[in-house]
């Protein structure tokens, strides 16, 4: 039976915890899973990762709409904690993911011993959203994998030089097939949540950020995301002159983690957490 746990309204909320040794939470992007982390993978064995699919995405339960919120969400990840008898853990946050480590880092500190943010801070780019708000909870309308492959790197701002069966396994990952062609493999109702969430411009998050001093942090940036700029990275670095952090070559929003910058980012960040 794969782990999971009920959160206290009763959704069942999917979790990997794989390897031995010090525990990495990684918490994933907005449409995503535990699957975000697959790349990244094989280059901690020596580290306990413990990756959460939020309600809606993944293998959890479709909650609707009114559930898929930064706030449930981050309870959710509290809940997961004390399910698994843990306290302060590091969190590794892609996109999404950092929102909430960022969240928690505020307002339950004690969970958050350090959070490593993967291409987000506390000020987001209007242009980034924009393009997110197109695609999210829209069915591909695509016919194969390879198809859906071609449009993922048509579509990927930011990134140059990816191998090609990289965009097949991001295709496989991303969508299912079924008979009438792909389907997207989470609740289209997120796109209503999303929506709603970004009605009014979502306000900057610095107190979140400075909630952070004293525990390690560390930020992994695709040099050509537009998501996060690098005007944002270089305030969090004068806020905390100890931040570790890297632009990755060749990558926009979000990079795969398997990148050599990222993962000497991961690396020194889980060697001082």
Not at 40 to 55: E, S
Not at 177 to 193: F, M, Q, T, V
Not at 208 to 213: I, P, R, T, V
Not at 258 to 272: H, T, Y
């Amino acid at each position: 039976m794969m782990p999971h746990f009920h959160a206290d309204d009763g959704a069942r909320i999917h979790f990997t915890d794989t390897g031995d040794g010090p525990v990495l939470l990684c918490l994933s992007g907005l449409s995503r899973n535990s699957d975000d982390f697959q790349y990244l993978r094989p280059h901690l064995p020596g580290i306990r990762m413990i990756c959460m699919d939020y309600r809606g995405r993944g293998k959890s339960d479709w909650t609707g709409a009114e559930t898929y919120t930064l706030q449930r969400e981050g309870t959710d990840v509290v809940q997961l904690l004390a399910h698994l008898g843990l306290g302060s853990v590091p969190i590794l946050g892609t996109s999404r993911g950092g929102l909430i480590g960022l969240g928690l880092a505020l307002t339950v500190p004690d969970v958050v011993a350090g959070l490593c943010m993967n291409d987000i801070g506390p000020v987001i780019e209007p242009e980034g959203l924009e393009r997110i708000r197109d695609y999210v909870g829209v069915n591909p309308g695509l016919p194969s994998f390879d198809t859906a492959a071609a449009h993922l790197e048509k579509g990927a701002y930011g990134f140059a030089n990816v191998a090609p069966d990289r965009w097949v396994q991001e295709a496989r990952t991303h969508f299912r097939e079924e008979s009438d062609g792909l389907r997207i493999n989470y609740d289209p109702a997120l796109r209503d949540a999303f929506l709603e969430a970004f009605v009014v411009p979502m306000p900057e998050a610095w107190p979140f950020f400075e909630a952070l001093n004293g525990k390690p942090v560390g930020l992994i940036r695709g040099a050509g995301s537009d998501l996060m700029s690098r005007e944002t990275a270089l305030k969090m670095k004068g806020l905390r002159p100890d931040l570790n952090w890297a632009d990755v070559p060749d990558r926009g929003h979000v990079p795969f983690l398997d990148e050599p910058e990222a993962l000497q980012v991961i690396n020194d960040f889980m060697a001082v957490v």
